[in-house]
């Protein structure tokens, strides 16, 4: 056994960086947990509806459980690599290690395109609310939403500039709330407290599978919002006080807790709402939770969803502003990115500049691109990281064997769980070809032509061995 | 290996650098939307005209939630009939496939290249 050990307290597996000023290590897993849920949780509240347009309640249901698999097996494979490499930047710099600097930068741009519309996602949800909260309170006229999509980004990116304890904490709090209020409506609907408004035989009856096979295969697509943004955890690697035991500890928390919420979720809403207005995120159902508590009959139930869906979406946006920063900061700190947003602020000990920078591109998203699109940019970049994930524990197995280096968790199967996340990709994929063939091959155009820019101009600027930050010894076949 | 030491960036083309990946990112996910070439639009293939719930076929349970939203057989047609379209081309998919590849093929020989150097100068040869 090597001496190399990231549980060990004094030698934790972070490399120098060559920076005056760290990021600051004040976080448990309770936080991670936030991060993680807080991220996702609002995939129950609005989004993972257009599932059930695809193909209908069934097929939703299909598609919940399967990428359900897919990122159980993204939590495990995350969990066990992230556990050996506690810096900043996530699967950016496990790529960036293992795999190699190309990799590493498109692995970067997937994170930080996945949370940058993800959160544009929040804040156009958030907005809508406002506009039903005024017309529920009596306001007339149709209420802009661009004023509140605007104060939602920039209020958050100022909590996020202000320091990170504050900002996850506060995660933590909201992210509990909007949890508690699933939960609340599942006992208060469903016939465990009291009599229950579920109707799913009836719901159901004539509209079973109304596209038959194809549409379960479609389903798939907005199926992976339900937990999309659950990796995100291992963005807080460099700022949690115990990596090895946090960042698991948490991740698989967050993925068990998710699974139950989106389950919950999915027979609350199909139990409740006609699938074609459930499955219409756009002219339908925004926020299906919440239009479920509507048509419960309580107020009690409405106010609390409300808040439940405002909060859900705030502490998504929240965790998105942190781990798109994060990523961003890392890349610009390797100079994959100009340098200057490698910088910490000096007092706040956040990476200020990279938050401040990703705030327009988030307002261009919210205010310029309708929900379903902005969502499915989101998918997509997730997708292609979630193809990653398999190859990069293969090459990390293959070339730091169980012996050469202690994780603080070893995933269980390998590579059982390798092979069917990449199976569930490939079928994710098709999904995303059925509908939205031209953005998938737009996107990956794009990435090609920035990797051919990386290769060929960026990485001129790229210190060579100072990538390698991790206290690991050489990697077999090298 | 000897050591690489890279040239010092400009801020004017740092400044560059940003710009450029801003145009990309913003033309790659606009550019669709501004063609017209999103998909994913639903459309009515059958319209009913002066629709009833039945004849949009909805059952009681059905027709009286859609009611409790504040719908009429009006007013819901199309979010009741609306349908995707999932036909397509093999050629269409085969191309999917082809990009997909090319492009996983591409960032791993270049990485792999990337990364020996890398291995290189941090452990030596």
């Given amino acids: 056994m090597t001496d190399i050990d990231i549980t060990s307290q004094t030698m934790d597996g972070m490399g120098p960086h060559g920076t005056k000023v760290g990021l600051l290590r004040v976080l448990g897993p309770a936080h991670v947990w936030a991060l993680g849920v807080g991220i996702v949780l609002v995939g129950e509240y609005m989004g993972w509806n257009f599932s059930v347009g695809k193909g209908g309640a069934f097929a939703a249901l299909i598609a919940c459980w399967f990428a359900g698999i897919l990122y159980s097996c993204v939590a495990m494979i995350d969990s066990e690599v992230t556990s050996t490499v506690a810096s900043a930047g996530g699967q950016y710099t496990q790529a960036k290690h293992i795999i190699g600097p190309l990799m590493a930068f498109n692995v970067g741009l997937y994170l930080v395109f996945a949370y940058t519309m993800l959160e544009a996602a929040n804040a156009i949800t958030a907005g809508y609310l406002f506009s039903v909260v005024a017309s529920m309170t009596g306001h007339e006229a149709e209420l802009d939403q661009r004023p509140f999509i605007i104060l939602v980004i920039t209020f958050l990116a100022w909590l996020n500039y202000r320091g990170v304890l504050a900002t996850l904490t506060f995660n933590l709090v909201i992210t509990a709330i909007a949890f508690i209020a699933i939960i609340t409506l599942f006992l208060s609907t469903s016939g465990v407290l009291g009599g229950g408004i579920m109707e799913h035989a009836a719901l159901f009856e004539g509209h079973e599978l109304p596209y038959g096979w194809i549409g379960v295969l479609a389903a798939m697509h907005f199926g992976l919002w339900y937990y999309l943004g659950i990796e995100g955890t291992t963005q807080a690697a460099e700022e949690v006080r115990s990596p090895a035991r946090s960042l698991p500890f948490g991740t698989l928390a967050g993925i068990m807790t998710l699974l139950i919420a989106a389950t919950l979720t999915w027979f609350m809403c199909s139990g409740v709402l006609p699938w074609e207005y459930l499955g219409d995120g756009v002219s339908g159902s925004v926020a299906p939770l919440f239009d479920t508590a509507r048509l419960s009959g309580s107020t009690a139930l409405v106010w609390l969803l409300g808040f439940g869906t405002l909060f859900a979406t705030l502490a998504s946006a929240n965790g998105c502003i942190n781990d798109a920063s994060r990523a961003w900061f890392a890349m610009g700190r390797d100079k994959y990115l100009p340098g200057w947003f490698g910088a910490v602020h000096p007092k706040y000990r956040t990476p200020y500049r990279s938050i401040v920078f990703l705030v327009p591109i988030a307002l261009i998203f919210a205010l310029g691109a309708p929900l379903d699109q902005v969502i499915t940019f989101s998918i997509l970049s997730g997708l292609l990281g979630y193809t990653f994930m398999p190859l990069n524990i293969i090459l990390f197995r293959r070339k730091w064997p169980l012996d050469t280096i202690k994780r603080g968790y070893e995933h269980p199967f390998h590579p059982i769980p390798a092979f069917t996340l990449l199976g569930i990709c490939g079928v994710t994929f098709f999904a995303v070809f059925l509908g939205y063939g031209t953005q998938l091959v737009a996107m990956i155009g794009f990435y090609i032509i920035v990797s051919l820019w990386f290769h060929f101009w960026r990485y001129r600027f790229v210190n060579r061995g100072a990538q390698f930050t991790m206290p690991w010894p050489k990697p077999k076949g090298y | ?125």
């Avoid at chain 2, 801020?11 to 940003?18: E, G, I, P, R, Y």
């Avoid at chain 2, 979010?79 to 379209?85: S, V």
Wanted: aromatic share 12%.
């Fill in chain 2, 1 to 125: 290996m000897a050591h690489y030491i890279p040239p010092k960036q400009g801020k004017a083309s740092q400044l560059f650098d940003v710009v450029v990946l801003v145009v990309l990112t913003v033309g790659s996910l606009f550019v669709p939307l501004w063609l017209n070439l999103a998909g994913a639009a639903k459309t009515v293939a059958s319209p009913v005209e002066n629709p009833t719930w039945e004849a949009l076929g909805q059952n009681a349970a059905q027709a009286a939630k859609y009611e409790a939203l504040g719908f009429t057989p009006e007013t819901a047609h199309d979010l009741i009939l609306a349908r995707f379209d999932y036909s397509f081309s093999v050629g269409a998919l085969l191309v999917m496939i082809l990009v997909i590849v090319l492009y996983y093929f591409l960032i791993l020989r270049f990485s792999e290249s990337e990364y020996r150097e890398v291995i290189s100068e941090k452990f030596g040869k």
